[in-house]
């Protein structure tokens, strides 16, 4: 049995789609038991910052994809180890590979990291550059209008389908083969968010605009829905430039035999989230 944390997540929803379609048992973690997922599908009800909330999801489980950043992963780990877990893939992030630990992000990436190394398990850890899903943050911007205004309109990045995060994870859930190991992964372009903006709107028939988000304006924005020093970590990484995800690489082909989905593909997988 793999357990899937994150089930109903940009990226555990692919995984368990992929790993259901091929065959794989999985069960996967939600909060409320009452979250549809696909059939065939178990479902188990847990909070990650509650390690001893998970012993019945944990029940003939050998691997378990894992989310970063809780209240005691060292204590998430060993309750899996208890459980005779053999595996955990986890979804770490780009800014781990900033190794900046007066960077929130990057040290709750880090830290996180470093409760894999230690728990005992086989791991295999991933470092996606930034979701093309995170483009769904426009979408009540482009349901009322023809402009896109966002913030960080001179860094292009080449950011990754959470479907093929997803197909990486399968595979190293899967297998042994690649134990020990920390992946970066990729979309197969750098793009600016003018360029998202553009192939948004060429999807839909409509001409969009993009307008950059001054600093100041953006800032203010970010601090009422997250934490400050979320805001500062992320204003560290686009702005002062300690972060660098315009390389595409060649992690996600070397290791899945498929080309990267482009983010045309995302958008019209998508689309009906913008109508």
């Known amino acids: ?70 209240n005691d992963m060292p204590a ?49 850890i991933l470092r996606p550059y930034g979701f093309m899903s995170n483009t769904l943050q426009w979408a009540p911007q482009v349901r009322s209008g023809e402009v896109v205004r966002a913030p960080f309109a001179h860094v292009p990045v080449a950011s990754i389908d959470p479907y093929d995060i997803a197909a990486v994870a399968a595979v190293a859930l899967r297998s042994d083969e690649h134990a020990g190991e920390t992946f970066r992964l990729s979309g197969p372009e750098a793009l600016l968010p003018a360029d998202r903006a553009r ?14 988000q001054p600093n100041d304006e953006a800032r203010a924005e970010m601090n009422a829905s997250m934490p400050v020093e979320y805001v500062d970590a992320f204003f560290g990484f686009y702005v002062d430039g300690t972060l660098d995800e315009t390389q595409p690489l060649p992690t996600v082909q070397q290791l899945t035999a498929a080309e990267p989905r482009h983010f045309e593909q995302w958008v019209a997988a998508h689309l009906d989230a913008f109508h």
């Not at 955990?88 to 830290?111: F, H, I, K, M």
């Not at 192939?199 to 307008?211: C, D, P």
Request: charged share 20%.
């Open 1 to 70: 049995m793999i357990l899937v944390t994150g089930a109903t997540g940009n990226v555990g929803a692919e995984l368990v789609r992929a790993l259901s379609s091929a065959g794989e048992p999985v069960r996967g973690l939600v909060r409320r038991p009452d979250h549809q997922l696909p059939a065939g599908v178990q479902a188990a009800a847990g909070d990650l910052n509650e390690p001893d909330s998970l012993r019945d999801a944990l029940n003939d489980v050998k691997a378990v994809f894992l989310l970063s950043g809780y």
């Open 76 to 124: 998430l780990l060993a309750q899996m180890q208890d459980a005779g877990t053999e595996r955990v893939v986890l979804l770490s992030g780009g800014g781990a590979a900033a190794t900046d630990v007066d960077n929130a992000v990057s040290r709750y990436q880090l830290q996180s990291e470093e409760a894999v190394h230690d728990s005992g398990l086989d791991w295999t």
């Open 199 to 212: 192939i948004l709107g060429s999807a839909l028939g409509r001409e969009l605009r993009f307008e950059a």
